[in-house]
Each structure stands twice: as C-alpha cells, then as structure tokens.
C-alpha cells in the first residue's frame, strides 16, 4: 500500500500559492522588461527582434530581489516564473541583445544561477512519496496538502531541465564566459572581490546546469532525453571553451585566493561525469558513428556489462527441444505422443519462473544480486552520434584534466580532508571517491591503449607511469579510503560503501602498474606503499573485514563484483611483488652487507611475505557466502567475474594447513596404520557443500556453457572438483551429510576432521600407543625428514611428566616403526646388529643417544624442582609465618632466601604454598597477633601447635564410619564429639558457621582458635 507522510509543517502550507501584492509585482516587471517586434529582412522574409526596456538592468535587479524572497523549498515565484516562459521569452533574448554590458550580464548570471539551483532534499522526498488517496488513516485535508507539495516539486524538477535545454541555445554559454574574460586576464594578486565574485558566480551557473536531472525516472523516454541533453551540454561545455576555463583554474587552485573555489570544482567534476563509464571515454577515439568499436564491445563483454548473452544461449537451448517438436508436427492433425515429458514440464516451469520474475517490482531488487547493477544507463544501446561526440569531449578535457591540474586539485581537496574543514559537507567524500575511481579508470584505460595492451607476464598496462595520479596513490588517500570503509560499514551506507570500494580496487590496480613500472623510484614508492598496507604490524589492509561484513541482499551484484576483483588483484599483487624482490634480497644476503637500509627492509619484508596465510585469513564464512552469491550468477556474470571465481576457488584447494592428512589404504586396520601415506590437508572441502554442488550440476547441464570459450575454465574447474569429491566421499561416506550442513567459524577444524575421517592428532597418536604400534622416532631421522612428517603422534618436550614415557629405548623396541615393520637394533643403536656401517659409526650414534637422553632427564629433573617446593622450603616458609606477625613481611622474608632464589619462587608460589600448608586463610589476620591457622580446613586444630610453638603438619584424615569419634578432627568430626559430650543445640550453629568458611564471632580468618581457656581445661 502507498504511503503518505505526515502533515506538513506550517511552511508547507498553501504550497505554490503567491500572494496578489506579489503577483501584481511580477506581473508588471516582466511585462515591462521587452517585447519582440517584427521586422522585414533583406529576402522579403519577416522576422522577430527582441528590444528591451531602456532600464532593463533596474527592472532586471527587481526581479532579482522578488526571487530572493523565494522560499527555497516551494519556491512559488521560480515556478510562476517558469509558467510564463519568462526565461525563454525575456531574460534569454536580453542575454543575447546586452553581451556587451557586464552588468546586465551579471545580474543576468544572478538571475540564471538563483533558477537553476538545484532543488532541496525535502523537496526531492516530497516528489518521491506515494500518496494513497483512498486512505483513511489521514484527513483528506492533509492528503490534499501531500498531492499539491508533490505536484510542486515535480513541477520544479521540469523547469530545472528546461532550463538545462534552453542553455543549449547557440551561442548563449559564450556571453557567460566572456563575462569571465576580464576577471581570468588578471594575475591572482591584481584581482579584486568583484572579479572573484564573478568567476565563482559563473561557476555555479556551470554546477547548476550539470546537476538538473528529473528526480523521478519512471519512464524510458524522460531517461533517455535526460541522457541525450546531458550529452549535448558537455559538447557544449567544448565548443564554448567552459573545460579550458576549468582547466586553467585547476591549475592555480593552490593559490592562497584560489582555494575557494576547490569543492565548487569538485562538484562540477563529479556532475560532468556522473553516470559516465570512463573506459568508454577513454576508447572514444575508436567509435565511429552509431556504436562503439569492437574492441570496446568485447571490452563490456568481458566486465560483465553485456554478459546477457550467455543467458539467452541458455534459455534458447533450453527451449530447442519443445520448439523443434511444434515445427514437426504444425501442419496436420492428429495425436502427439511423448515418451518423454520431462523436458516440457521443465519448459513450462521455466516460463512460469520467467514470467513471474518479469512481474516482479524492479524497486525489491535494487540491492540484491539478481538485479543487474548496471553503474552506466546508456550501456547496452547503440551510441548515438551525439553521444559519442560527448565521449571525445570528456576524453579531451580528462587528457587535459590529468596532465595539467590533477595534481593541484587533488592536493586541495585532500587538505580540506585532512584538516576537516568546516566546508566540507556530509556527501563531499563520496563525491570527492567519485571522482578519483573516474579519473584513475580512465588513466588505467588510457595507459593500456596508449602501451598497445597488457604485459603478458603482469597482466597490466606495459608503460611506465601513472602520471599526476600520484597525487591520489600516497598513504593518505588509502587511510581515507579504508577508514570510508570501516564508516560505511557501520553506519549501514551500502550506496557510500560500494563507491569506496570501487575506488580501493582501482587504487590497487594502479598500486599493481607501479611494482611492474620499470622506473625504479614508482617501484619504490609501491614498495612502500604495500609495506604499509599489507607488511607492517598493523596492517592497514580492510580486504577481511570487506568480506566478512558481506550480507546477502544488502548489497548490489556491482558491489560483490567489485569486491572479489579487489581480494584477486590484491592477492595478485603480492605474490608478483614477492617473486620480485626476492631475487634481490638474496643478492643482498650473499653479498653479506651489514647495513640495511629502510628499502632493504622493505624489500625483505615483502620478499618473506607468507601468502598462504593471507589466504587462510580471507577465508570466512561471510567470504564463502559472498563467493558462492556470485557464483550462483555465473550465466550473467562476465568472464573475469567468473575467473576471479575459479582463482579464489583453486587457491583454497591449494591452500596447505598445518595438519597432516592421514590417507589409509583399504584393508588395513589400526595395527597398520604406520603404512599411511601423509599429505597436507587443504581447504578444499568448504567447496564440498549442498549449494554449491547444485551450482556444480547446472553448469554442467547447461548447453550453453558447452558453447564457446567464455566458460571453458569454469567447466574445467567444477569436473576438477566433483570428481575429488566423489574421490573423498567414497574414503569418507560421511562427506555427503557434511554437505547438507553450513561450516560455522571453525572451518579449518572442519577440513581436518573431514579429511582424517574424524580422527584427530590425539586420537592417532594414542590408539598407536595402546596398541604398541607406535612409531620409533629417531631424533637424527627427525632433524632429516623434518618436523612436518612427524605431526601425527608428536610429543612436545614441555608436556607434564604423566604423558611422556621415560623408557624410550624400551616402547621404541616394542613398537612398530613409521614404515610398517620393527624398528631395527642399527636404529636403537645397538651391538651386534647386521648393518653396514663401522663400529665407529656405530659407536657414535649410541654415545649421542646415551647424551641426548641423559640431557633429557636432567631437564625434567630441573623443571620439576621448579615446580614443586622441597623439605628444606617448606621448614623456611612455616618457620617465618611463625616468626613474623604479618603476611606480607613474612612472605618478604621468605623469597630472600638464597634457596628460594634459585628455585625461582615468586611470591604468588609462596603464597599458594602456604595456603596449601594451612598457614593462611583467606583474609589477612587483624594486626598485632601471631599467625596461625584460619582457613576452614585448619580451624580448631590447636593441637598442631605443639609446646614450642612449632607447627606440627596435619595429616590427611581417612574416611571415618559414622559414629567414630573424631577427637582432633574439624567440621562435621568436631559435631559428632559435642554430640558425645551432650553439649547444647546453639553450639551447632557456631559450627556451621566454621564450615560455611570460618566465620565465627571474630570474623572470617581472625585467627581465633576454636575453644577458649574454658575449653582448654575442659
């Protein structure tokens, strides 16, 4: 249902209406202004001629002051105004009669500039709204006020492009910028306010001209008239010499008086190429008239723009059979009869999805990936020649724009960015990515024409240089864009957040050409640059959290896109940097130069860069769900869409983890499971998942992949991947019910247990013990074969005393060696064995062994006096708790001492000691009094402290059977003995008190004792 948005606010009301004081006002001053008059020409013929007023510029300033008076939301006067064509019957004709006047033109500039200003955001939701008139949630008078506030601002939208084709007029660009004349022959210091006002007066007629556009496009003529005026104003914009006037102000932006023009500039750059595909623009110089140029269509093929195509390959072989069958049988009568109706019933279904999906909202789709996300609305017709004549325009003046004064703009913005200036709007960063993601495709473009192709062994542009986009290349501008990022993503602003990746990728791209240049200081600057983003502690790279923040349908099919391009060119980038440099670092090392430089550490930096971990680090499960999104739309997608697929795809597979993959040969049982043959486990089995074999199974059913070259690497890779699947399922049956399930965060986890049939390092290595088939590992055979052969059944030297076995020699004769039989007595190093070697040799290896072990046991010997505390410790810690009346200066007193000192003891194993001997409670005993025991189990065991006031150790109470007496015991014990004695019930209390935690009546580990004098004698 359509909504209607509240009452509108006293400002709204009466939308459109002027009062009659003020109309009677406009109605005088434009009657006045002129009046055309008909007059004869030479050939007989009559024609019009416009005279104005003799004080035209005074009537002129009424009008202007009448306009300013104009409320900017409504703006009743502008539209009136447009209602009586005054600007196409008056101020035009004046414009074009008075170019010789400055100051009729400027007020005519004023005028131009207060008309076409651009309409206001309420303004813009007032013509979006959908109005329910049948509703009755609102009064009819409000919906009244909501229909008339959408009619005005639909109303202003149409003048905005009017206005916008009436300034196509020949000839009427050129008086505005002879206004700009006088102002631009002068040097920045001889200019005074008048002449700056002029000039940015000017501009801001030019911003308003580039911005009107119909806020609501719900029809394929206003769009295409909209794209076709556009054109027109940018040859325009050409011929009348607007981009040399832009050029030449670029070029002094940095001018202390120029500096306020520099977000004006911007956003007349960002509305010149909004909606402009800048590779089009860069190829103009091969369009002819009526389309574009082979090479460019192949171009758009292959980015995905028209990647169509091979959809309607698709549907029309899928349909070949049902067609085929009508043709046969057209032409008489009669039965038909089908042995097999499974293809119709597919056709049928099809269609019914078909038609359904062309009834569907196209509004619903906006931002999932079944939607198009065409960036460019002219892409997909034939151009125009008025199109193609505003291609070569912007291609020029993008030429001039990058060669003259791309280096001073960018740097003014990017102070203003930096300081956050007070100038800057909500908006202007996106803008401001807008503008330099156009500008850096069109260079990159321009580069690869300009190079005759890519580098066959990078894969980029073959010159050297990016030109002044340097500018936009330094660690700035990336903190900009990836900190964009992290903002984006967490204020949920999917529109920002896929320009700001759009520009990532572009700046990597570019980052890409720089490694390749064969300059050696841009190689230096990337190195640098990549040290930053990618080598140094702190990372600046976002790739992972890009991907991981993906969720489905809050996104557009271009955004995904252009996401898994950044994660293949980034991936690309380091490892073409890695192989670079790393012949040079070796040269380095060889040479054995003591003093490195910070290029040196860079270059080794990157030389020593792990890219299988970066990959490992990629991998998510929000990365899995974005690829496999994608991929879903393989018919659509373009043919380096589905490469960077298959590429992220084959490195999982080739991605080796830490683990070991036990594979077992058939027939064996767990006495053999020395004869395994060991791999290394791989990522491989994230792609073994239901969704993705349903993708599987339809590329390899449709026909339309089978045609042509576009899907050949696709093809190759699934038959690749089924046939490993049906490999690991047949050795382990449970891999097709792992497919039916998502893998969570412990992905990695998942792989190994799939592949090793769910048997674990542990699980391994003890069933290997228990059976006595375990492996002798020789320290000399291990430092040999290396550390990754020996992962299943490894011990660490730091394990507890409990898991290791001090009788080596005797489990390694026992046991079964790595290879399947008995381990040997040449292994074991022992005489008389049937061996080659000498008996020195022999000799030897049984004294290192005899080392090695005897090393071995005095080290655990070590690590186990360390640990635990011995006779001679535990006299000194009860001795200075008895000595010293406070915790804290008998604990001082204990870790001076020498021994404890050695046995590295600190004070929290003293103090955990002594709570363990029942020297302290828990909570510090009141000042002034001895220490004695307060914890729960030490209360009332006054009989621990003998005559000589030394403390007696307790020992472990047994298990007593009820009713034995406990004389000397604590808790329950001290109880049962009241009982015997016949004491009264309130003492229980007091006793449970003491269990609860030693809570008495001098509080929790007061260091009370039991019984008091009475009791003593008692």
């Not at 899907?711 to 039916?740: D, Y």
Request: with cysteine; glycine share 6%; net charge neutral.
């Amino acid at each position: 249902m359509a909504t209607v948005l509240q009452r509108p606010t006293s400002q709204f009301s009466n939308p459109g209406r002027i009062e009659s004081n003020m109309m009677n006002e406009l109605l005088l001053v434009v009657s006045v202004l002129g009046s055309h008059v008909s007059e004869e020409d030479e050939e007989g013929g009559v024609s019009e001629r416009f005279v104005p007023v003799a004080d035209c510029l005074n009537w002129l300033q009424d009008l202007q002051r009448a306009l300013r008076s104009d409320k900017d939301d409504l703006r009743p006067i502008a539209n009136q105004l447009g209602t009586w064509k005054v600007v196409e019957e008056k101020l035009i004709p004046i414009a074009l009669v008075k170019r010789d006047d400055p100051d009729t033109i400027l007020t005519l500039a004023k005028l131009f500039v207060i008309l076409t200003k651009p309409m206001t955001k309420p303004a813009k939701q007032a013509a979006l709204i959908n109005i329910d008139v049948k509703s009755k949630k609102f009064s009819e008078e409000t919906i009244q006020d909501q229909v008339s506030l959408k009619e005005n601002a639909l109303l202003q939208s149409m003048y905005l492009m009017e206005y916008k084709r009436l300034f196509l007029k020949e000839g009427l660009l050129e008086v505005f910028v002879d206004l700009m004349q006088g102002p631009l022959s002068k040097t920045e210091q001889r200019r005074d306010d008048r002449d700056n006002s002029t000039i940015e007066l000017v501009l801001h007629l030019f911003r308003n001209l580039l911005c009107a556009e119909p806020v609501v496009k719900n029809s394929a003529s206003l769009v295409n008239e909209d794209i076709r005026i556009h054109h027109q104003l940018i040859a325009v914009f050409q011929k009348e010499l607007v981009f040399d006037i832009i050029v030449f102000l670029g070029e002094g932006i940095a001018h202390k008086k120029n500096e306020r023009w520099n977000l004006l500039i911007m956003e007349i750059l960002h509305f010149l190429v909004r909606n402009q595909d800048p590779s089009m623009t860069a190829k103009s110089a091969t369009m002819v008239s009526g389309g574009a140029s082979n090479r460019g269509n192949e171009e758009n093929k292959k980015s995905g723009v028209f990647g169509l195509g091979a959809a309607r390959k698709r549907e029309k072989a899928k349909f070949s059979s049902v067609a085929n069958i009508g043709a046969r049988h057209s032409r008489f009568g009669g039965t038909l009869k089908l042995k097999d109706t499974s293809k119709i019933l597919t056709a049928s279904s099809s269609s019914n999805k078909a038609s359904a999906a062309r009834r569907k909202n196209k509004q619903t789709a906006a931002f999932t990936a079944d939607a198009t996300g065409f960036k460019f609305s002219y892409l997909g017709t034939s151009l125009t020649p008025i199109a193609i004549e505003s291609f070569k325009a912007l291609n020029s003046f993008s030429r001039s724009f990058v060669e003259k004064c791309y280096g001073p703009v960018m740097k003014s913005l990017k102070d203003e960015f930096r300081r956050d200036s007070n100038r800057l709007e909500a908006n202007d960063k996106v803008v401001f990515f807008k503008i330099v993601w156009f500008f850096s495709v069109w260079q990159r473009t321009h580069l690869e024409l300009e190079g005759g192709g890519t580098s066959s062994s990078t894969g980029h542009p073959g010159t050297a240089g990016v030109g002044q986009l340097l500018f936009t290349l330094d660690l700035f501008s990336f903190n900009l864009v990836t900190n964009a990022c992290e903002t984006y993503i967490a204020e949920k602003k999917p529109t920002a957040l896929t320009q700001a990746v759009a520009l990532y990728k572009e700046m990597v791209k570019l980052l890409s050409i720089m490694n390749s240049s064969p300059d050696e200081s841009q190689s230096i600057m990337s190195l640098g640059l990549q040290n930053q983003l990618y080598f140094a502690n702190e990372p600046k790279d976002k790739v992972f959290k890009l991907l991981s923040a993906w969720k489905s349908g809050t996104q557009s099919k271009q955004y995904l896109c252009d996401l898994v391009e950044l994660v293949h060119e980034t991936v690309k980038l380091q490892d073409l940097s890695r192989r670079k440099w790393k012949k040079e670092v070796e040269a380095i090392s060889n040479k054995g130069r003591k003093e490195k430089s910070v290029t040196d550490e860079y270059k080794e930096n990157c030389a020593s860069f792990d890219l299988d971990k970066y990959i490992g680090r990629a991998v998510s499960s929000g990365a899995m769900k974005a690829y496999t999104h994608l991929f879903r739309e393989y018919p659509s997608n373009g043919v380096e869409t589905n490469h960077h697929i298959v590429s992220f795809f084959t490195r999982l597979c080739k991605h080796k983890m830490e683990v070991v993959k036990t594979i077992f040969d058939e027939g064996d049982d767990k006495a053999g499971m020395a004869a395994a043959k060991e791999e290394a486990v791989t990522l491989e089995p994230l792609l073994f998942n239901m969704e993705l074999m349903i993708i599987y199974d339809r590329i390899l059913h449709d026909k339309a992949c089978m045609v042509g070259s576009d899907f050949q690497e696709l093809i190759k890779f699934v038959t690749t991947i089924v046939r490993h699947f049906a490999t690991a399922a047949k050795r382990n049956p449970l891999l097709c019910v792992e497919g039916l399930f998502h893998v969570g965060v412990k992905y990695r986890k998942h792989c190994e247990m799939v592949t090793n049939c769910y048997l674990d390092e542990k699980t391994l290595s003890g069933g290997r013990e228990e059976q006595g088939a375990g492996p002798a590992i020789d320290e000399e055979d291990k430092e040999k074969q290396g550390e990754s052969d020996w992962i299943v059944g490894k011990k660490d030297e730091g394990d507890s005393e409990a898991e290791w076995s001090e009788d080596e020699d005797d489990i390694a004769v026992q046991g079964k060696g790595a290879r399947g039989g008995e381990e040997s007595d040449e292994d074991l190093g022992m005489v008389g064995s049937d061996s080659s070697e000498d008996e020195g040799e022999k000799n030897k290896r049984a004294e290192k062994k005899r080392a090695k072990k005897e090393a071995k046991r005095l080290a655990k010997e070590e690590r186990k006096r360390k640990k635990h505390f011995s006779k001679e410790e535990d006299a000194i810690i009860k001795s200075a708790f008895f000595v010293h009346t406070t915790e804290d200066n008998a604990i001082e007193a204990i870790i001076q001492e020498e021994i404890m000192k050695q046995g590295e003891k600190d004070t929290r194993k003293v103090m955990q000691r002594a709570r363990t001997l029942g020297l302290v409670g828990e909570k510090e005993e009141e000042k002034g009094e001895k220490i004695a025991p307060t914890t729960a189990k030490s209360q009332g065991n006054e009989d621990r402290w003998n005559d000589n006031r030394k403390f007696v150790p307790k020992p472990k109470p047994k298990r007593k059977s009820y009713g034995q007496e406990e004389v000397n015991g604590e808790g329950t014990g001290m109880k049962r003995l009241k009982k015997v004695r016949g004491e009264g019930a309130a003492d229980d209390d007091d006793d449970d008190e003491i269990l609860a935690g030693g809570v008495g009546e001098s509080g929790v580990g007061g260091g009370a004792r039991l019984f008091d004098s009475d009791d003593d004698s008692e």
